[in-house]
């Protein structure tokens, strides 16, 4: 069976004009496998040169279908759409516009699918160089937040898990629906012995709420977080220490940071909305972390709070906790 044969890809995108053609060449460049493999562009109804780029790979390529949404639906409602796309190979990868590849890990990825992995994590950003810990899946959990890192195999997108995927578009991170349920069936990921796909570059608005009117967007969308998000996501593992330690993974570890998660829950989840959002974070994190975000509910319920919420303050403890992280994933790969 062909690379053509065992995989499909669908490659959404969204007003990135620049990012998304050097994807398309990286993806149609004489070195990629996935050159031949059927390619949908799943167009979030861009309104920039995007359209037009899609065009031309189209008629160049008749592997490449150009789809367009009605409506801008959202990028993680473009991302439970492209979910839905599977079905045509035995294996599906949803890809962003702005990435980075390097192919020379993908033999091990191709021989995975043709021993029939369920699920395959095809990046290591934030998993170790080497060891048991690239199997460990609190961290395979935490890599897999990055959506290209996840290619789909067989029984994993179900009608249940399309469902859970598009009732958690407010929490971000709907495309790990169906690993959640992987791993609740105790199913294992295979992990690629070299990362595939990277992030690259983001060279304009990274937002959730991109294109949207964003003073109009409910409330619980608006104020969503990385962290939150994902705590909504890890709430739903059976295995509540597994839950756990992919919450801590993710949030005190090189993707985020303790001062990043911290200054988000302060600056961001305050008032009456973001009651429900505390709560989820405050189930999942450990006790230490308790006794600090109690008395920062407190601190926000007062007028203390807004001379502390400068965003001056938090945009100095973002570049702090960039800077760590940036250190923290060097040693990480070393």
């Given at each position: 069976?062909s690379?053509?044969?065992?995989i499909?890809?669908t490659?959404?995108?969204?007003?990135?004009?620049?990012?998304?053609?050097?994807?398309l060449?990286?993806l149609?460049?004489?070195?990629?496998?996935?050159?031949?493999?059927l390619?949908?562009i799943?167009?979030?109804?861009?309104d920039?040169?995007t359209p037009q780029?899609a065009?031309?790979?189209?008629a160049?390529?008749?592997?490449?279908?150009?789809?367009?949404?009605?409506?801008?639906?959202?990028?993680?409602?473009?991302?439970?759409?492209?979910?839905?796309?599977?079905g045509?190979?035995p294996?599906?990868w949803?890809l962003?516009?702005?990435?980075?590849?390097?192919?020379?890990g993908?033999p091990?990825v191709e021989?995975?699918?043709?021993r029939g992995?369920?699920?395959?994590?095809?990046?290591?950003?934030?998993?170790?160089?080497?060891?048991?810990g690239?199997?460990?899946?609190?961290?395979q959990?935490?890599q897999?937040?990055?959506l290209p890192?996840?290619?789909y195999?067989?029984?994993?997108?179900?009608?249940?898990?399309?469902?859970?995927?598009?009732?958690?578009?407010f929490?971000?991170f709907?495309?790990l629906?169906p690993v959640?349920a992987?791993?609740?069936r105790?199913?294992a990921i295979y992990?690629?012995?070299?990362?595939?796909?990277r992030?690259?570059?983001?060279g304009?608005?990274i937002s959730?709420t991109?294109?949207?009117?964003?003073e109009?967007?409910?409330?619980r969308?608006r104020?969503?977080?990385?962290?939150?998000?994902?705590?909504?996501?890890?709430l739903?593992l059976?295995?509540?220490?597994l839950s756990?330690?992919?919450?801590?993974?993710l949030?005190?570890?090189?993707?985020?940071?303790?001062?990043?998660?911290?200054?988000?829950?302060?600056f961001?989840?305050?008032g009456r909305?973001?009651a429900?959002a505390?709560?989820d974070?405050?189930?999942?994190?450990?006790?230490?972390?308790?006794?600090?975000?109690l008395?920062?509910?407190?601190?926000?319920?007062?007028?203390?709070y807004?001379?502390?919420a400068?965003?001056?303050l938090?945009?100095?403890?973002?570049?702090?906790t960039?800077?760590m992280?940036?250190?923290a994933r060097?040693?990480?790969?070393t």
């Amino acid at each position: 069976m062909s690379t053509e044969d065992l995989i499909d890809i669908t490659l959404i995108t969204y007003n990135r004009a620049p990012q998304f053609e050097k994807t398309l060449e990286m993806l149609f460049a004489p070195d990629s496998p996935v050159r031949n493999c059927l390619l949908t562009i799943l167009d979030n109804r861009s309104d920039d040169a995007t359209p037009q780029i899609a065009r031309r790979y189209a008629a160049a390529h008749p592997n490449v279908t150009h789809k367009v949404n009605n409506f801008n639906v959202g990028g993680n409602a473009n991302i439970a759409k492209a979910m839905e796309m599977y079905g045509a190979r035995p294996y599906h990868w949803i890809l962003c516009d702005d990435d980075m590849y390097d192919w020379s890990g993908w033999p091990d990825v191709e021989e995975a699918m043709r021993r029939g992995e369920k699920l395959i994590c095809a990046g290591d950003r934030y998993l170790p160089s080497g060891g048991d810990g690239r199997a460990d899946p609190a961290l395979q959990l935490q890599q897999m937040t990055f959506l290209p890192s996840i290619i789909y195999g067989p029984g994993t997108i179900t009608d249940t898990a399309m469902r859970n995927a598009y009732e958690s578009t407010f929490a971000l991170f709907q495309h790990l629906a169906p690993v959640v349920a992987h791993l609740n069936r105790g199913g294992a990921i295979y992990t690629a012995k070299r990362g595939i796909v990277r992030p690259g570059e983001y060279g304009n608005d990274i937002s959730y709420t991109r294109g949207c009117a964003k003073e109009e967007v409910f409330a619980r969308s608006r104020t969503m977080t990385l962290a939150v998000g994902f705590a909504n996501l890890t709430l739903n593992l059976k295995d509540r220490r597994l839950s756990k330690r992919a919450f801590r993974a993710l949030v005190f570890g090189p993707q985020m940071g303790a001062l990043g998660f911290f200054g988000e829950i302060f600056f961001r989840l305050r008032g009456r909305d973001g009651a429900s959002a505390f709560r989820d974070v405050m189930n999942q994190a450990p006790l230490w972390a308790k006794s600090i975000l109690l008395p920062l509910r407190l601190v926000q319920n007062s007028p203390l709070y807004h001379l502390l919420a400068s965003k001056w303050l938090y945009a100095k403890a973002r570049q702090l906790t960039d800077w760590m992280n940036t250190r923290a994933r060097k040693r990480l790969k070393t």
